[in-house]
């Protein structure tokens, strides 16, 4: 199974941009991946998606317009793209396989929007 890392959460007051890093441990050129969030209290969501050649992009409609999801496949790395950041979208992100079977789940990187 791919181990996979999160990094590149941290504070931010609304408005503002991260960027959002998943390093996997292992080739993933034939999975399509996806970063998920999870808010406090709520179940986690996926919130963007890419195809396995980086073709394909699909967004919730809560962070479209706002998020760019995109991947390098040769440095086994996937990242997210977060502009013009609200406090809705605060939570743990989290980077796997866009649809089941999931790899295990890494500890995700927190994201706080907060002036």
């Known amino acids: 199974q791919v181990q996979l890392v999160e990094s590149g959460g941290g504070l931010v007051q609304p408005g503002g941009s991260l960027r959002l890093s998943c390093t996997a441990s292992?080739?993933?050129?034939?999975?399509?991946m996806g970063w998920y969030r999870q808010a406090p209290g709520k179940q986690r969501e996926l919130v963007a998606r890419i195809s396995t050649g980086g073709i394909t992009r699909n967004y919730a409609d809560s962070v479209k317009g706002r998020f760019t999801i995109s991947r390098d496949n040769a440095k086994r790395v996937v990242y997210l793209q977060m502009n013009n950041l609200k406090s809705e979208d605060t939570g743990v992100y989290y980077c796997?396989?866009?649809?089941?079977?999931?790899?295990?789940w890494g500890q995700g990187t927190q994201v706080t929007v907060s002036s």
């Open positions: 796997n396989h866009a649809t089941s079977p999931w790899s295990p």
């Open positions: 292992a080739t993933i050129n034939l999975l399509a």
